[in-house]
C-alpha cells in the first residue's frame, strides 16, 4: 500500500517512509491512497481468530508489499504478547478492554507496533533515529514502554506540566536510558504544535526524527487492527456493531474509519468527547473551529486541536453531510464522567477510568437508538487514582505495571513552551 500527504495528493510515499518521517515534509499527515476490500478475509476471522493471527494477516494484506508473511507472523507475535479482551454489560453495551498491555493503555497496541516496526526496518537502513512525542499522558507512557532500551533509537517526550496524572508521569519519567522526558510549561496542544515546529525546521534536518503520535502511520494503521478482532467476536449478534470511541486526537476513532472504509461491517461511530468538543460540534455546524484546550478529568483527551481532524476531512472529501453518515459526535461533561465512574461502581462492580466513563456514558445515551455498541475502554482506571477516588469514593486496584513505578523518582527536564527552546533541546542532546 503507499500513502500521501493529506496536504498533496501527488505526494506519495512507502510505508516505510511514512513510518520514518512521521510528518510529511509539507506538515501534512500521511493517509493511505488505496481502500484494499479485505471483506473477505474479514469474514474468515471468528472467535477462534487470535489477536496476533489477525494481526499478521492485516499485516500481509494492507503492508505485504514491504513486508512478507514469514515476518509478518514475527512482528505481530513480537509486537503483542497481550490482547484486548471483550465484556458484555448488558444486553445493549459490550466493553472492548485495550489496557491489558505494558503501560496499562490502549496505546500499547500502537506504540508496540510502531517500536517493532521502526527496528525491523532500521536493520537494514543503518541509521539511527529520534522519536519526538507529544503526549497528554498515555502516549508518552506507551512509547517509553515500547521503545526502552531500543538499538540506534532516543525517544524525547514531551508532556503539559501539571496536566498528566502523578502515575503517567512517573511511567514516562522514571525509565531513563533512551527514554528522554521534557516537562512543559503549556498544554498538550502547545507540545504538538512544538513537534509539529520541529519536522519543519532546517537546522534540525541532521537528526533524523519521526514521531510516536498518532500522526505516524506505524501508530495508527494497528489501532485499526481491535475493531477487527471485536468485530471477530460479535459476529453472532442480530445487529453489527456500534463503536463508541473516547476520543482526543482521534487517532483512535480514524483507525476504526479506516477499517470500515476497508470492509469491516460496523454501524456508525460514536465520536465522544469531553468539554474540548471541537469535532462534535463541527457535526452540528458544519464549522471547524480549534480552540485552546481546557482541563478536565479525561485529562488525555484534553485536545483543541486534534491532528487526526485533518485525516478524517480527507477520507470524507471535507464533505460534513458524508462524515455524518458514519460519526455521531457527543459531549460529556465532568460532572457526568464522575457519575458514571460511580455508577458503574455501584450498579456493576465494575471500574472505569475518566475516559472509558465519556464513552460509557455517551454510549448509555444512545440505547434508545442503539442497541449493539462496543465502547472502548482506553485505559486502566489505576493510572487515574486521584480522579478514581473523588469520583467513587476509594482507590482502584493497581495493576503490576503501575506498582511498579509509584514509588521511584521522577527525572525530567523542565522547558518554556517555545519550539526555539525544544530545538536548542534537541540540539545539545543529539549533534
Ligand atoms: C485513556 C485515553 N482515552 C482516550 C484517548 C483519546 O484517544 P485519541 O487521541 O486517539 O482520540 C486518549 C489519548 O489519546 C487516552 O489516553
Ligand atoms: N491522548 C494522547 C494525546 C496524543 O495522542 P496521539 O494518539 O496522537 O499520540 C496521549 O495520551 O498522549
Known sequence: MKFASTRDKNHIVSFQDALFQGLSPDGGLYYPIETPDLKSSFSLFDQNSSFQDIAS?????LLGDEIPESDSQILAKRAFPFSPELKKLNDKINILELYHGPSSAFKDFGASFLATSMEYFLNDRDQKAVILTATSGDTGSAVAKAFYDKKNIDVVILYPSGRVSPLQEKQMTTLGKNIHALEVDGSFDDCQRMVKDSFTDKE???????????????????????????????????????????????????????????????????????????????????????????????????????????????????????????????????????????????????????????????????????SNITVLSTAHPGKFMEVYEKAVGKKPQLPASLLAVKDLDKVSRLISNSSKELKKTLLSLFS
Not at 57 to 61: E, T
Not at 255 to 278: C, H, M, P, Q
Not at 302 to 321: I, K
Open 57 to 61: 494477516s492485516l499485516i500481509v494484506s
Open 204 to 370: 534540525l534536518s541532521g537528526i533524523n526524527l519521526s514521531s510516536a503520535n498518532s500522526i505516524n502511520l506505524g501508530r495508527l494503521i494497528p489501532q485499526s487492527f481491535y475493531y477487527v478482532w471485536a468485530v471477530s467476536r460479535l459476529k453472532n449478534a442480530s445487529e453489527v456493531p456500534v463503536f463508541c470511541v473516547p476520543s482526543g486526537n482521534f487517532g483512535n476513532l480514524t483507525a476504526g474509519l479506516y477499517a470500515k472504509s476497508w470492509g469491516l461491517e460496523t454501524g456508525k461511530f460514536i465520536a465522544a468527547t469531553n468539554r474540548n468538543d471541537v469535532v462534535p460540534s463541527y457535526l452540528a455546524s458544519a464549522i471547524y473551529t480549534p480552540r485552546a484546550s481546557v482541563q478536565t478529568y479525561s485529562n488525555a483527551m484534553d485536545v483543541g486541536a486534534p491532528s487526526n481532524f485533518e485525516r478524517m476531512q480527507t477520507l470524507y472529501n471535507n464533505d460534513v453531510s458524508l462524515m455524518k453518515k458514519d460519526i455521531i459526535g457527543c459531549m460529556v461533561s465532568d460532572e457526568d464522567t464522575l457519575a458514571t465512574m460511580k455508577y458503574m461502581d455501584e450498579e456493576y462492580g465494575y471500574a472505569v477510568c475518566p475516559h472509558t466513563a465519556v464513552g460509557i456514558k455517551a454510549a448509555m445515551d444512545r440505547t434508545s437508538k442503539e
